[in-house]
């Protein structure tokens, strides 16, 4: 319990200390990042050991009043779920300092102090349990993303700075005006209060209600998955955004929406997630096949790999929606798997940025004779990303298709094609980059990985390895979570039924 | 009432702070005189030590409350928290205006005095319990300011825009007081309570028919004052041409006492009546709300920029008016609170960044502000994300507290509308964050003295009082939360 409310306190106090360290010393700032950085994932690490993979519930709870009317509780807490999500953010956390040591030369202090910043705000949206306090920490994760974005970009980052924080802003409001709406219906923020007033019927939304309460949550979560359409921001902000910012943002922000789904919507509109299921299912698979065929066409790098997430987290709305504990499983699976191969992803190409200082593919080609190891570590990560079997990304996309198929037979015929695409564009990149003939710039620019490359590098392979090979490592916690998810999901479906016609009700509740 | 007209020792404690502040404002003109040229800066200090004075007396106040005067004042918990505010505001501003004052060569009492002044108007409007007392309230407090916009008299901006707020302003006090005069005529009172009363028997007053065109006369009147469509027109010319410390002093305190009067006359008084002036509130509250932040997108002008972003929030505080209810009111009374931190906060640091003549008041002028300045540009971002309404500033708990009322009283449309204007608004403050941390500093620009003394100490209060809310907003929020009781 101490160990949970220490993953909140200290980013909090690493961010205050940081702000303290003299700015004439870069050093001392990247040293003392690193080392807070560490200590937070070793607190995360621990855990593990205090956390009972087979309850499904929240554990670990902190709950004390914070403000007293309106009743806001400072409430946090860990399922099988979330947990693993604080672990990928403070894992990625201290690589993203390590990635940023050379690559971030002006304002060392400040970057360092937001990333903690948005270590805070990333953790506090897993660990949240009370609605306002949820929305708290998605907010404070918005400011420090933007300054990264908007501080330390490229060329048209005040552009996409703005945008991100614009798309985000617009669909939180909305999210906020729901939250107030559910605390004036029930009087509480609180995510276990508010679950047992609607599965003891004691708090009943109309149909227009629960739809609206819905789609008000599903729009900010939407973009920040983000879903097609609402995903014009993501390619613009990860080009811009230092090598850093696209790694957090694409492995861990993009989670925060993927998890409002699984989280908020499901559960606390059941009805509303079934009927609005179909087109959200249709926008997931244009998602995963726009996505991949676009990028399939860029000669950005990175804006390749932006794409990419958009059609990898298709499948993982694909998961979620298709409401089977399979698909479920696979969803939350893939959000972990995307966060480590598409994060390693923008990292190698932000090392091949560092040293030849363009993103653009056609200024590589051959970098495999300079550089082989960067190639075979590139080669690993790509063939992780497109879903190769005993690598990580394949153990979730099975899992997806195979939800997605019990659901409908058609949608998982569908989604396959992004596998197909997926593995198209990764190894044409691939082979545009690496292989081929040097060309002078290349081979006066290239050079091989140096050991802190190797640092950052290598526990991100060992996951890719891992998590292909040993997923009951993780997958039966998920799904002791997933599972009272959509057991709620049940209950809900079959109260509306005993409201609209008790006849049917009664008959339904013998049968259970 | 033939007792006495001799006021009692109680009904004299309970104008206490009015009457420290017009004393200080008095010692400080009979002083003025006898000091010369740059000196008179210090009569500051008497200003400030009247004001901490005034501010202790209006909290002790809180102790006794009652009604003085044969009720024309009424010190309950409502109009100690409206006080304590004004006066507040006026610390601030006192803070703000010394180093400026100095830079301009315009030492001078008369200046504390007129702030004095107009703080002991406000103050008076936040107490009064009767529309002949209001009225009095605001004048003022009005015409204090008008000479306060007008202080710099050399500079043209400044006359223009002290003359526009004066002509203006002189014709919306007269609807007030027309629109007072329609509301005698229906009721046979100038007390809020017995109005009050009349309207409760509903519709057999005679009169109710007009009761609505009274309220919307009177509306004119305080509308002015808040800067509310349709008359917020001034706003952006008066805070542009106004000194930077008078622009902060005008956002904060009259702003702050006319939302006062605002729900002792509307909530009170014609409380029974809401079903005929809710629209209204409705309608002005949509349109303040989009104008000033559309509007506020297209400024170069930071002073031009706050002007219209202080239209916006008053377009907020009024969605909260338009609730018409307890928590309403108490989310009235808190955004008043942080408003007046964020925003007088964000116009000091205007003031210290403006240089000698306001030279330096474009938006680029604050280019690369973050790494001249880090302090003080980080304090300016403390408050534009206050200003935006980021959780863990008090902006935040404010626009939480007004659409959580709002929505409480299903006003389902106008909370989307306001919440999706509040985010349009996020776009043109951080454009002010853009310029200061990503845009690299003009060859041209000013070298700025540290932030210190007085205006940092205004700066820092604002600052630590914005996140302070932010994070522990129950401080003061119960405390308005038993008050809106109050003004029912």
């Given at each position: 319990?101490?160990?949970?409310?220490l993953?909140?306190a200290l980013?909090?106090?690493?961010f205050?200390?940081?702000?303290?360290?003299p700015?004439?010393?870069?050093?001392?700032?990247r040293w003392s990042?690193?080392?807070a950085?560490?200590?937070?994932?070793?607190?995360?690490l621990?855990?593990?050991?205090?956390f009972d993979?087979?309850?499904g519930?929240?554990q670990?709870?902190?709950?004390?009043?914070?403000?007293?009317a309106?009743s806001?509780?400072y409430?946090?807490?860990?399922?099988?779920?979330?947990?693993?999500?604080?672990?990928l953010?403070?894992?990625?956390?201290?690589v993203?300092?390590l990635i940023?040591?050379?690559?971030i030369a002006?304002r060392v202090?400040?970057?360092?102090a937001?990333?903690?910043?948005?270590?805070?705000?990333?953790i506090?949206?897993?660990?949240a349990?009370d609605?306002?306090?949820?929305y708290?920490?998605w907010?404070?994760?918005?400011?420090?993303?933007?300054?990264l974005?908007?501080i330390?970009?490229?060329e048209?980052r005040?552009?996409?700075?703005?945008?991100?924080f614009?798309?985000?802003?617009?669909?939180?409001?909305?999210?906020?005006?729901?939250?107030i709406?559910?605390?004036?219906?029930?009087?509480?923020f609180?995510?276990?209060?508010?679950?047992?007033?609607l599965?003891?019927?004691r708090?009943?939304?109309?149909?227009?209600?629960?739809?609206l309460?819905?789609?008000a949550?599903?729009?900010?979560?939407?973009?920040k998955?983000p879903?097609?359409p609402?995903?014009?921001?993501l390619?613009d902000a990860?080009?811009?955004a230092?090598?850093a910012?696209?790694?957090?943002l694409?492995?861990v922000?993009?989670?925060?929406?993927?998890?409002g789904l699984?989280r908020?919507c499901?559960?606390?509109?059941p009805?509303?997630?079934r009927g609005n299921a179909?087109?959200?299912v249709l926008?997931?698979?244009?998602g995963?096949?726009?996505?991949?065929?676009?990028?399939?066409?860029q000669?950005?790098?990175?804006?390749?790999?932006?794409?990419?997430s958009?059609?990898?987290?298709?499948?993982?709305?694909?998961g979620?929606?298709s409401?089977?504990?399979?698909?479920l499983?696979?969803?939350v699976?893939?959000?972990?798997?995307?966060?480590?191969?598409?994060?390693?992803?923008?990292?190698?190409?932000?090392?091949m940025?560092?040293r030849?200082?363009?993103?653009e593919?056609?200024?590589?080609?051959?970098?495999?004779?300079?550089a082989?190891m960067l190639?075979?570590?590139?080669?690993?990560?790509?063939?992780a990303?497109?879903?190769?079997?005993?690598?990580?990304?394949?153990?979730?996309?099975f899992?997806?298709?195979?939800g997605a198929?019990?659901?409908n037979f058609?949608?998982a015929?569908?989604?396959?094609?992004?596998v197909i695409l997926s593995?198209c564009?990764?190894?044409w990149l691939y082979?545009?980059?690496f292989l081929?003939?040097?060309?002078d710039e290349?081979k006066?620019?290239?050079?091989d990985l140096v050991?802190?490359?190797?640092a950052?590098?290598?526990p991100?392979?060992?996951l890719?390895?891992?998590?292909?090979?040993?997923?009951?490592?993780?997958?039966?916690?998920?799904?002791a979570?997933?599972?009272r998810i959509?057991?709620?999901?049940q209950?809900?479906v079959?109260?509306?039924?005993?409201n609209?016609?008790?006849?049917?009700g009664?008959e339904?509740?013998?049968?259970r | 009432?033939p007792?006495?007209?001799?006021?009692t020792?109680?009904?004299l404690?309970?104008?206490l702070p009015?009457?420290?502040?017009?004393?200080a404002?008095t010692l400080?003109?009979?002083?003025?005189?006898?000091?010369k040229?740059?000196?008179?800066?210090?009569?500051?200090y008497?200003?400030?030590?009247?004001l901490?004075?005034?501010?202790?007396?209006a909290l002790?106040?809180y102790?006794d409350?009652?009604?003085?005067?044969?009720q024309l004042?009424?010190?309950?918990?409502?109009?100690?928290?409206f006080?304590?505010?004004?006066?507040?505001?006026g610390?601030?501003?006192t803070?703000?205006?010394?180093q400026?004052?100095?830079r301009e060569d315009?030492d001078?009492g008369?200046?504390?005095?007129l702030?004095?002044?107009s703080?002991?108007?406000?103050?008076?409007?936040?107490?009064s319990?009767d529309l002949?007392?209001?009225?009095?309230g605001l004048?003022?407090s009005?015409?204090?300011?008008?000479?306060?916009?007008?202080?710099?008299r050399n500079?043209?901006?400044?006359?223009?825009?002290?003359l526009?707020?004066?002509?203006?302003?002189?014709?919306a006090?007269?609807?007030?007081l027309?629109?007072v005069?329609?509301?005698y005529g229906?009721?046979?009172?100038?007390?809020l309570?017995?109005i009050?009363?009349?309207?409760e028997?509903?519709?057999?007053?005679?009169?109710?028919l007009?009761?609505g065109a009274?309220?919307?006369?009177?509306?004119v009147g305080f509308?002015?004052k808040?800067?509310?469509w349709?008359?917020?027109?001034w706003?952006?010319?008066?805070?542009q041409?106004?000194?930077?410390p008078v622009?902060?002093?005008l956002s904060?305190?009259p702003k702050a006492?006319?939302f006062?009067?605002?729900?002792r006359?509307?909530?009170?008084?014609?409380?029974?009546i809401?079903g005929r002036w809710?629209p209204?509130f409705?309608l002005s509250?949509?349109?303040?709300?989009l104008?000033g932040n559309?509007?506020?997108?297209?400024?170069?002008n930071i002073?031009?920029?706050l002007a219209?972003?202080?239209?916006?929030h008053?377009?907020?505080?009024l969605?909260?008016?338009?609730?018409?209810?307890?928590?309403?009111t108490?989310?009235?009374?808190?955004y008043?609170?942080a408003?007046?931190?964020m925003n007088v906060g964000?116009?000091?640091?205007v003031a210290h960044v403006?240089?000698?003549?306001?030279?330096?008041?474009?938006l680029?002028?604050?280019?690369?502000?973050?790494?001249r300045q880090?302090?003080s540009?980080?304090l300016l971002t403390?408050?534009?994300?206050s200003?935006?309404?980021?959780?863990l500033?008090?902006?935040?708990?404010?626009k939480?507290?007004?659409f959580?009322?709002?929505?409480?009283?299903d006003l389902?449309?106008?909370?989307v509308?306001?919440l999706?204007?509040?985010?349009?608004?996020?776009y043109?403050?951080?454009?002010i964050?853009?310029?200061?941390?990503?845009?690299q500093?003009a060859?041209?620009a000013a070298?700025?003295p540290?932030l210190?003394?007085?205006?940092?100490a205004a700066?820092?209060?604002?600052?630590?009082g914005?996140?302070?809310?932010g994070?522990?907003?129950s401080?003061i929020?119960?405390f308005?939360?038993?008050s809106?009781?109050?003004a029912r």
């Amino acid at each position: 319990m101490i160990l949970l409310n220490l993953c909140l306190a200290l980013p909090a106090a690493a961010f205050l200390l940081l702000l303290l360290v003299p700015r004439s010393r870069p050093g001392w700032s990247r040293w003392s990042a690193l080392a807070a950085s560490l200590v937070i994932f070793a607190v995360s690490l621990a855990l593990l050991a205090e956390f009972d993979g087979s309850n499904g519930g929240f554990q670990l709870e902190t709950n004390i009043p914070w403000i007293s009317a309106p009743s806001i509780r400072y409430h946090v807490g860990v399922d099988g779920m979330s947990l693993w999500l604080v672990l990928l953010t403070t894992f990625l956390t201290p690589v993203a300092v390590l990635i940023s040591w050379r690559h971030i030369a002006a304002r060392v202090k400040e970057f360092y102090a937001f990333l903690l910043l948005l270590e805070l705000g990333l953790i506090g949206v897993f660990v949240a349990l009370d609605l306002f306090l949820f929305y708290v920490f998605w907010e404070v994760s918005l400011v420090p993303m933007y300054f990264l974005i908007g501080i330390w970009g490229h060329e048209r980052r005040i552009y996409a700075a703005v945008k991100f924080f614009l798309y985000t802003m617009a669909g939180s409001v909305l999210m906020l005006a729901a939250m107030i709406y559910l605390y004036n219906l029930a009087g509480t923020f609180d995510y276990g209060l508010l679950m047992a007033d609607l599965v003891s019927g004691r708090m009943q939304l109309g149909a227009r209600q629960e739809s609206l309460l819905f789609l008000a949550f599903f729009v900010a979560f939407a973009i920040k998955v983000p879903l097609v359409p609402f995903h014009t921001w993501l390619p613009d902000a990860h080009v811009e955004a230092p090598t850093a910012g696209s790694v957090i943002l694409a492995s861990v922000m993009l989670k925060m929406g993927c998890y409002g789904l699984i989280r908020f919507c499901l559960p606390l509109f059941p009805t509303a997630s079934r009927g609005n299921a179909p087109w959200i299912v249709l926008l997931a698979i244009v998602g995963i096949i726009y996505g991949a065929l676009v990028a399939m066409v860029q000669p950005n790098m990175k804006k390749l790999v932006a794409y990419s997430s958009v059609s990898h987290l298709g499948f993982v709305v694909l998961g979620v929606f298709s409401f089977t504990q399979l698909g479920l499983d696979g969803a939350v699976y893939q959000m972990l798997n995307h966060g480590i191969s598409t994060g390693a992803l923008f990292m190698l190409v932000g090392y091949m940025y560092e040293r030849r200082h363009s993103l653009e593919i056609s200024a590589y080609g051959g970098v495999a004779t300079p550089a082989p190891m960067l190639a075979s570590v590139f080669m690993i990560t790509s063939l992780a990303s497109l879903g190769l079997p005993s690598l990580n990304n394949f153990v979730g996309e099975f899992l997806v298709l195979q939800g997605a198929a019990q659901a409908n037979f058609t949608w998982a015929v569908f989604a396959a094609i992004g596998v197909i695409l997926s593995a198209c564009y990764l190894l044409w990149l691939y082979q545009r980059t690496f292989l081929g003939e040097a060309s002078d710039e290349v081979k006066s620019h290239m050079f091989d990985l140096v050991p802190r490359e190797w640092a950052a590098t290598l526990p991100m392979i060992v996951l890719m390895v891992w998590m292909g090979v040993a997923a009951q490592t993780f997958l039966p916690s998920i799904g002791a979570a997933n599972a009272r998810i959509l057991d709620r999901m049940q209950q809900g479906v079959v109260m509306d039924v005993k409201n609209t016609m008790p006849a049917r009700g009664t008959e339904v509740a013998r049968a259970r | 009432m033939p007792d006495s007209f001799i006021p009692t020792s109680a009904e004299l404690l309970r104008i206490l702070p009015e009457i420290i502040l017009v004393l200080a404002a008095t010692l400080i003109m009979v002083l003025a005189p006898l000091v010369k040229g740059r000196e008179q800066n210090a009569l500051g200090y008497v200003s400030l030590y009247g004001l901490v004075a005034a501010l202790a007396a209006a909290l002790s106040g809180y102790f006794d409350p009652g009604p003085a005067f044969h009720q024309l004042i009424l010190v309950d918990g409502f109009a100690t928290y409206f006080r304590v505010l004004v006066i507040f505001a006026g610390i601030l501003t006192t803070l703000a205006s010394y180093q400026y004052l100095r830079r301009e060569d315009a030492d001078s009492g008369e200046y504390y005095a007129l702030l004095l002044f107009s703080v002991s108007g406000q103050s008076l409007m936040a107490a009064s319990n009767d529309l002949i007392m209001i009225f009095i309230g605001l004048e003022i407090s009005s015409l204090a300011s008008y000479v306060m916009a007008g202080f710099l008299r050399n500079r043209a901006q400044a006359i223009e825009a002290a003359l526009k707020y004066f002509l203006l302003g002189s014709f919306a006090t007269a609807f007030l007081l027309y629109g007072v005069a329609w509301i005698y005529g229906i009721t046979g009172s100038t007390y809020l309570l017995t109005i009050r009363s009349v309207f409760e028997r509903g519709a057999q007053t005679p009169g109710i028919l007009l009761a609505g065109a009274a309220a919307a006369l009177i509306f004119v009147g305080f509308a002015f004052k808040v800067a509310a469509w349709p008359f917020q027109s001034w706003a952006p010319d008066v805070y542009q041409g106004a000194p930077v410390p008078v622009a902060a002093f005008l956002s904060a305190g009259p702003k702050a006492a006319a939302f006062a009067v605002f729900v002792r006359v509307f909530v009170t008084a014609l409380g029974p009546i809401g079903g005929r002036w809710e629209p209204l509130f409705w309608l002005s509250a949509l349109a303040t709300m989009l104008i000033g932040n559309f509007a506020a997108l297209v400024q170069t002008n930071i002073k031009r920029l706050l002007a219209y972003s202080s239209i916006a929030h008053a377009g907020y505080v009024l969605v909260a008016m338009t609730a018409h209810s307890e928590i309403g009111t108490a989310a009235v009374m808190f955004y008043m609170a942080a408003y007046v931190l964020m925003n007088v906060g964000a116009f000091a640091v205007v003031a210290h960044v403006c240089g000698r003549q306001e030279r330096f008041v474009e938006l680029e002028d604050f280019a690369g502000l973050g790494e001249r300045q880090p302090v003080s540009a980080a304090l300016l971002t403390v408050f534009l994300l206050s200003l935006i309404g980021v959780p863990l500033t008090a902006g935040f708990f404010g626009k939480f507290y007004i659409f959580r009322a709002a929505l409480q009283a299903d006003l389902v449309w106008l909370t989307v509308l306001g919440l999706l204007a509040s985010a349009v608004a996020a776009y043109y403050y951080l454009r002010i964050i853009v310029i200061m941390y990503m845009h690299q500093p003009a060859e041209s620009a000013a070298e700025l003295p540290p932030l210190r003394g007085a205006l940092g100490a205004a700066v820092w209060i604002s600052a630590a009082g914005t996140l302070v809310l932010g994070i522990f907003p129950s401080l003061i929020l119960n405390f308005a939360g038993n008050s809106a009781l109050l003004a029912r």
